[in-house]
T-cell receptor, first 115, second 117 residues
């Protein structure tokens, strides 16, 4: 069964450093998403991406964040200068308009720890 | 805007007894609703989904949920809890942006299910 894969599973970084979280969505999906879950809290929408541009973003997704689909298969989330409060589990997801978007498929997540 | 409310942050049941996790939604149109489960330090696994077909939806691991439009509810049930069911459960509604044409998921705050031996 096709799945969304995320790497790394766990990333530790120093405050102020740049991090790139990587995702490989399901190959025939066209819409891509990032969500995050701060420890003990709900899963929050960050951004959606379609046709090589951001479709929608939340207020969390400020100038420190960016997304890119550099090579037609990977979908990345970059945090320019990490802060302690960026520590969270980050989930990538993808969906297909041909399936009516009735289900987004989530990756297993990348746990980001900022120290 | 769409939203979901999970009425219980924690639920404890004894092994072998029924499970009921409650979810109410708010939607201005016919929603798609989902239940996801998250085991400790794991990702999100889809349990079941409702997409305007049958109102009683069966999922994996013996879980099912019933869509009740009159009550705006989508409660998750299981007849007999197993120790391995202990996890965090999220009720989710899909939200569509009519300006961008994209979908996003709105998550509830989660219900932590504890199963007692």
């Amino acid at each position: 069964e096709p799945e969304v894969t995320q790497t790394p599973s766990h990333q530790v970084t120093q405050m102020g450093q740049e991090v790139i979280l990587r995702c490989v969505p399901i190959s025939n999906h066209l819409y891509f998403y990032w969500y995050r879950q701060i420890l003990g809290q709900k899963v929050e929408f960050l951004v959606s991406f379609y046709n090589n541009e951001i479709s929608e973003k939340s207020e969390i997704f400020d100038d420190q964040f960016s997304v890119e689909r550099p090579d037609g298969s990977n979908f990345t989330l970059k945090i320019r200068s990490t802060k302690l409060e960026d520590s969270a589990m980050y989930f990538c997801a993808s969906s297909s308009p041909y399936q009516g978007h009735t289900e987004a498929f989530f990756g297993q997540g990348t746990r980001l720890t900022v120290v | 805007a769409q939203s979901v409310t999970q009425l219980d942050s924690h639920v404890s049941v004894s092994e072998g007894t029924p499970v009921l996790l409650r979810c109410n939604y708010s939607s201005s149109y016919s929603p798609s609703l989902f239940w996801y489960v998250q085991h400790p330090n794991k990702g999100l696994q889809l349990l079941l989904k409702y997409t305007s077909a049958a109102t009683l939806v069966k999922g994996i691991n013996g879980f099912e949920a019933e869509f009740k439009k009159s009550e705006t509810s989508f409660h998750l049930t299981k007849p007999s809890a197993h120790m391995s069911d202990a996890a965090e459960y999220f009720c989710v509604v899909s939200d569509v942006s009519f300006t961008s044409g994209t979908y996003k998921y709105i998550f509830g705050t989660g219900t932590r299910l504890k199963v007692l031996a």
